[in-house]
Structures are given as C-alpha cells and as structure tokens.
C-alpha cells in the first residue's frame, strides 16, 4: 500500500472511532468524557489535509474523500431540516451576567426575537440595576426567577416552583403556562459543566467529581419531567454537546432535540468552541424550525430561537 493510501486510511480510521466513542461511550469512562466536548470540527483540518496529499498522489483519494465527509458530517455541516412557521416562538439565552452587554444590547437582542417565552441563564446580573432595566424593558412580559435563571412569558401564567440542582447553588426553574388552551411545563435549565480543563493540569479527581455531578443534575432534571405525562418545554444552558451519553439520556427523558428535528447547519450556540451547547427538548410539541440568532455581541452565548406547533 502506497503511503498516500496509508495515510488517508488511518485517517479515515482515526476520524470515525474519534466519532464512535465520543457519540456513544463518552461520559462512561474518564478518558472518553473528553471527545465529548472536543469540538468535531478540529477533524476537518486532517481530513482536508489528507484529501490534498491524495490528490498531489493520486493515490487513496477516495479514502481521504470518505474522511472528509465523515468529518464534516460529525461537524453538523450536513444538518439540513425542512422548516415551517410554529405558533409558539421560544428563546433561550446565557446572558452571562450582564458582563459582555449592555441592557439595552440585550433589549435589543430579545424584542427583536419576538419570542412568546423567553429563558434567560446567568440572568445574576453583576450590577442590580441592569436585571432591573431588562424587566422594565420587557414590560409585556411576566417574569418568574429562580437563582440566577428567569423565565419572561407573555402567555397566561398558571403558576411557578423552583427545584433545586444537586451539587450546585443553581435552581431548575418551571413555570406552567396556557398555550392554544392546553397547560404546557416550561424547565429553564443551567446546568453544570465538566471541568475539561483540570485534566490539562492533570487533576483527574476534579474531572471525575464535575461529571458525577451533572449526571446527578440530568438524572433530577428526568424525575421532574417523569412527574408529569402532559405537554412538556425544557430549555436553556446545558453545557452538553450533541453526543454523548448523558445527552442520549436527556433525549430519552425530555424529547427530542429541536435543532435535530428542525434545525439546519451546526448551530453553535457557543461560538468561541464552535460548539451547540445550548438545547430545548419537548415532548406533546413538534419543533418546525430551529436558528441560532446573530452574532455573540452581548454574550459569549448565543441566542436560540425555536418554533413549535
């Protein structure tokens, strides 16, 4: 075998077991908790360069071709949904305390979504006086807290409870409204994340202990949505990428995924990692369309816009 075709093949190889185990053993064992939040795209870079190396040789460019688009389907490059007009628009949103905007950004960012609920994270605002002008701001709307998420409705709201989050300060916030005449669960999530970066300085045991307790936090967050068989919304910040097996779960509990069922091209909400971190799962409503709004201008976030009926 020419060494073109042996590159493009170990490639190939390296690219879908990479994919294999952070899509199904990820989260089950320490080592493969991190490809998890590895971001897919970093294997267009050796597919592409694998692919030109063939072609200069003539040489294993059908290997290097499957590569590529493995990886660029792994990237979520390949997502292509068909998309309606939904009667409910909903947002959610990682305001990240009010550090990166202004409140009238954010203001600017939220009316012009024209969303029926609003789900904000990090809404613990660093000066007071900005949480307070984003609700004089939002006028129309209703708004419920718990610690540091809140949820704006300008549907009827039927009534509000928090929960707290195993091994955090944070709160799971739901809020019960009336939507087409039927009463409708709405979950404002923040979960934790797995400290990746311990395992840069070699702290294992950090790693470990930041995974078991957002497996606490999932396994919560499906007993709170067990406790009801009627319509259910659970949106917002879950630092969880699409693969994994804490994800799966999330699916398995909650619904499935809007972006999944109507979304279109990777859609990052966490540009900086070129990551989809942000979700909303549903059960008893069908997601039509899916869109990750603008640029990250007020936020390291950004804004995710969803349609059901």
């Not at 073109?4 to 190939?12: G, K, N, P, T």
């Not at 185990?21 to 870079?45: D, N, Q, R």
């Not at 209703?142 to 709201?157: M, W």
Request: proline residues 5%.
């Amino acid at each position: 075998m020419r060494p073109s075709s042996r590159l493009a093949w170990l490639v190939l190889l390296t690219v879908a077991l990479a994919w294999a185990l952070g899509e199904w053993t990820a989260e089950g064992t320490v080592p493969t908790l991190l490809l998890a939040y590895l971001p897919p795209v970093v294997w267009l870079l050796p597919a592409g360069l694998a692919l030109l190396w063939t072609l200069g040789r003539r040489r294993g460019v059908g290997v290097a071709l499957a590569a590529l688009a493995l990886a660029v389907w792994g990237a979520g490059f390949g997502q292509w949904r068909a998309q309606g007009d939904g009667k409910l628009r909903v947002l959610t949103y990682n305001v990240a305390r009010g550090t990166l905007g202004s409140p009238a950004e954010l203001l600017d960012i939220l009316k012009g979504a024209d969303a029926d609920l609003i789900l904000l994270q990090e809404t613990n605002f660093l000066r007071p006086e900005d949480g307070e002008a984003l609700r004089r701001g939002l006028s129309g709307y209703a708004v419920h807290s718990g610690y540091e998420v809140s949820t704006f409705s300008r549907l009827p709201v039927l009534g509000s409870e928090t929960y707290a989050q195993p091994g955090s300060r944070r709160t799971t916030l739901e809020t019960r409204v009336r939507v087409q005449g039927q009463e409708v669960r709405v979950m404002n999530v923040h979960l934790g994340t797995v400290l990746v970066s311990s395992a840069l300085r070699g702290d294992w045991e950090r790693v470990r202990a930041t995974h078991a307790v957002r497996a606490a936090q999932v396994g919560r967050l499906c007993e709170l949505a067990r406790s009801s068989s009627g319509p259910l919304l659970v949106g917002g910040d879950f630092n969880t990428p699409p693969r994994g097996q804490l994800y799966r779960r999330l699916k398995g509990c909650l619904g499935p995924d809007a972006h999944e069922a109507a979304g279109r091209g990777p859609g990052w909400t966490f540009p900086s990692l070129f990551l989809r971190i942000d979700h909303f799962f549903a059960r008893g409503l069908k997601a039509t369309r899916s869109t990750a709004l603008g640029e990250a201008r007020a936020s390291d976030h950004l804004p995710l816009l969803v349609e059901y009926r």
